[in-house]
């Protein structure tokens, strides 16, 4: 049982970990200024957040900015209304190359987007070697288990470091497809509550696509947005600082809450 408990617990540690870099971080932090960065924090950040998640953290704003523009149009890096909700999967990866791509050669219709973050394409995608982390996150799973025989761990370990891809496409596929409406928006953005448990409030899209400089996804009394929990975690360390809410108050739910599909 306490070996059970043990992988759990680093699957739990090391899921968590991602997804603070991608939802706090990267998503409120860099990306729409939700919470404001401590300088020391936005440079660390920076450094680390590729090594981490695999993801380039600008290409990741860059990625989902152009999503907020573009939300479920013919133009949007990743919807459920043009790809389907299993296609999501494969075309995020594809739009997040083309992305870097389109930075690393200075296209305006890339840069333009992110000409805020001061910070350039991470070198381990400016040199391609953007499978390193993946590949030694696997390495080190696999000598973990030849070493102690605890193949559990160690894919518990790697699991929980690189589960984001899924978590992305979970966002991206079912917050755009199935669940319910607080905002009548123009796009396809819904809150999917199954996704937002597993997800620390991001899938809460509608609510997050009506009002994208909130660090607070949910809206309503029976939404429960865990990424801003840590949100409030990382202030209290010290970490960022979360600004008055700057639409807080003219947001609020239409009370239409459209259709429940999941």
Not at 121 to 145: C, D, E, F, Q, T
Not at 150 to 176: D, K
Request: contains cysteine; glycine residues 8%.
């Amino acid at each position: 049982m306490t070996y059970f408990l043990a992988c759990a617990g680093t699957f739990l540690f090391f899921y968590i970990l991602n997804t603070f870099y991608i939802t706090v971080l990267y998503h409120r932090g860099l990306t729409h200024g939700a919470v404001d960065l401590r300088p020391r924090l936005r440079r660390f950040v920076v450094r680390t957040g590729n090594w981490v998640t695999g993801i380039d953290p600008k290409g990741w704003a860059c990625m989902h900015r152009l999503h907020h523009l573009h939300s479920d149009t013919r133009l949007d890096p990743h919807s459920p209304s043009n790809e389907g909700v299993l296609g999501v999967f494969f075309k995020q990866h594809r739009s997040l190359e083309r992305v870097l791509a389109g930075l690393l050669t200075n296209h305006p219709r890339y840069t333009s987007v992110v000409s805020d973050l001061d910070f350039p394409v991470h070198w381990l995608n400016r040199k391609r070697m953007w499978w390193l982390p993946l590949a030694i996150y696997s390495l080190v799973a696999v000598s973990l288990g030849l070493i102690t025989g605890a193949w559990l761990l160690a894919v518990a370990f790697l699991f929980g470091m690189m589960t984001h891809p899924v978590q992305g496409w979970m966002v991206n596929s079912f917050g755009h497809r199935f669940g319910y409406r607080n905002f009548d928006l123009a796009d396809d953005s819904r809150n999917n509550t199954m996704v937002a448990w597993l997800v620390v409030g991001e899938g809460y899209q509608n609510n997050h696509h009506a009002d994208p400089s909130a660090a607070k996804f949910s809206k309503r009394w029976f939404e429960v947005d865990m990424g801003y929990g840590l949100c409030v975690l990382a202030q209290r360390l010290g970490l960022l600082t979360i600004p008055p809410a700057r639409r807080e108050e003219s947001l609020r739910p239409t009370g239409r809450t459209g259709t429940h599909r999941l």
